[in-house]
Every structure is written in structure tokens, then in C-alpha cells.
């Protein structure tokens, strides 16, 4: 939702879509890299989540 929400994403609901999205990228460079920006952006911020969750179980399960 989170890529949705920051247009660095767009939703297809079928091929047609898929076919549609991808022509007015094609067709729009500038578009397709800030949407690429964005989609990195998020990738970039939440990359180690996983890591940094269990750390923060495993802090609390030792102070408990």
C-alpha cells in the first residue's frame, strides 16, 4: 500500500492495464524514473526491518 500511496507504484487490475501502465511509462521517461525514485525510496527505508523487529523482541524478551 505504502508504494500505492506514494505513487511509486500503480495498480493493475488485468492486462490491459499492465499494457496501458507500461506504454505511458515507455512514453514518459521523467515519469517512469521518479516513480523509480520513489519505489527506492521506500525499498531504501525499509530495508533491515526484518532485523530491526527481532532485535527489539530480543530486547524485550531479555529485560523481561
Do not use: H
Not at 10 to 31: F, G
Not at 33 to 57: F, H, P, Q, Y
Amino acid at each position: 500500500r505504502e508504494f500505492l500511496d506514494s505513487a511509486a507504484a500503480t495498480l493493475v487490475m488485468n492486462s490491459s492495464d499492465i499494457v496501458k501502465n507500461v506504454t505511458e511509462l515507455l512514453n514518459a521517461p521523467d515519469t517512469a524514473a521518479a516513480m523509480g525514485s520513489r519505489a527506492k525510496s521506500i525499498v531504501d527505508e525499509n530495508t533491515g526491518a526484518v532485523d530491526k523487529a527481532i532485535e527489539l523482541v530480543r530486547r524485550y524478551l531479555g529485560a523481561a
